[in-house]
């Protein structure tokens, strides 16, 4: 049965899901890729040996379920936000789950839903949105200023006037790059707080990149806070799917709730856990790419383009009178970067130092383009 005339409109799709368009980036077959976010390198040979023994005993007992609730699993992501995150974190604070988005979903499933409302500040990481309208709950779209921090006054004002059930706050902001202060989502909690309690989510995809500390410390005397985190970027395992967070242990148990059963599989258990074992190898790619990105930003200033201060493992960049047709020339040279939608920037990932000397060399030729000259550079920090 196909019948070609039936779209989505015919369907009796949900009144708030009518309109949307799906999440996704453009797919294309260039020869630089620069436009997900993801880890340009590949995972070491030593731990694809690991992923290969472990997965290779876990599939002596795949006719039986996994470890429904990911003890080993969780107790090493413990061990690892301990060491790098400043704070102790027992195996009761935290949760896992098929990549971050299904963490921010379980968090909606259990705090949000019909009737209640999530904000966010935008631009910021559209999932946030698009998952909210999916388990049914109100999205509110908050400020950010001209320079894409949150503007405190103007955040509360919104918070106490829509009353939120779930508030996010993005650090490495994405799209943007840009970290929010501790003391701003302070701020933003206390905010919350106030209004009526709520769930604070600081969304720390990219936090191994920031020049900053995570804020895993804020957890401490906080039940309503929770920290998630990917293991996609700074792991280099976007194909992996393994998200978490950290919180108390009554949003532990309350996430529970919502969670399909078994839903890790014992093989994302085991890639995960062996990935683990090698987070200290992992880091130090991720120091490289640190010092790309750190370069990306500096040579496209020396352009004379308008760089936000980065945090994560990518740049946006700017401003152009149609950042649609700037993308098209990029990618007319062979580089594809996101064009995410915030009027007159662009964003790039970093990547290789040869991938990112291919997209250097691609945008000082634009510089020279009418509607590709940059504006006048803003004095930023990185």
């Given at each position: 049965m196909n019948d070609t005339n039936?779209?989505?409109?015919?369907?009796?799709?949900?009144d708030e899901l009518r309109g949307k368009s799906p999440y996704g980036a453009p797919q294309l077959?260039?020869?630089?890729?620069?436009?997900?976010?993801?880890?340009?390198?590949?995972?070491?040979e030593?731990?694809?040996?690991?992923?290969?023994?472990?997965?290779?005993?876990?599939?002596?007992h795949l006719n039986r379920y996994p470890d429904r609730d990911a003890v080993e699993l969780r107790t090493r992501l413990a061990e690892y936000l301990t060491k790098t995150g400043s704070h102790p974190v027992g195996v009761h604070n935290v949760w896992a789950a098929n990549g971050s988005n299904e963490v921010i979903q379980q968090l909606l499933q259990t705090f949000g839903g019909p009737g209640r409302r999530a904000i966010g500040f935008e631009p910021s990481y559209s999932m946030h949105g698009l998952i909210a309208r999916g388990t049914g709950t109100e999205w509110i779209s908050g400020p950010r200023g001209d320079d894409f921090t949150v503007d405190v006054p103007a955040a509360a004002k919104v918070i106490a006037e829509h009353r939120p059930d779930v508030v996010f706050?993005?650090?490495?902001?994405?799209?943007?790059?840009?970290?929010?202060p501790a003391e701003t989502v302070l701020a933003l909690y206390e905010a919350a707080q106030a209004a009526k309690p709520s769930i604070l989510v600081v969304d720390e995809a990219y936090v191994e990149f920031s020049h900053g500390d995570s804020l895993l410390p804020l957890l401490e005397g906080r039940p309503n806070l929770v920290v998630s985190r990917t293991m996609s970027k700074a792991f280099g395992a976007a194909g992996l799917r393994l998200g978490y967070l950290a919180a108390?242990?009554?949003?532990?148990?309350?996430?529970q709730l919502v969670r399909l059963p078994y839903h890790l599989s014992a093989i994302t258990q085991a890639t995960a856990l062996a990935a683990l074992e090698h987070a200290d190898t992992l880091l130090k790619y991720v120091e490289q790419l640190k010092r790309e990105r750190d370069r990306l930003v500096t040579e496209l200033r020396d352009l004379g383009y308008d760089v936000t201060a980065s945090d994560a493992n990518f740049v946006q960049f700017g401003t152009f009178a149609d950042a649609h047709v700037v993308w098209q020339k990029i990618l007319d040279r062979g580089v594809l970067v996101r064009d995410n939608g915030v009027p007159g920037r662009l964003r790039v990932t970093a990547g290789t130092p040869a991938e990112n000397d291919a997209f250097l060399d691609a945008v000082r030729e634009l510089v020279s383009?009418?509607?590709?000259?940059p504006t006048p550079p803003k004095e930023q920090s990185t």
């Open positions: 039936v779209t989505i409109d015919d369907l009796p799709v949900r077959d260039v020869p630089v890729r620069l436009n997900t976010n993801e880890n340009p390198y590949p995972l070491p030593p731990l694809v040996e690991r992923i290969t023994e472990r997965v290779r005993e876990a599939a002596r706050v993005t650090t490495p902001n994405n799209p943007t790059g840009n970290a929010v108390h242990p009554a949003v532990v148990d309350a996430v383009y009418v509607g590709a000259t």
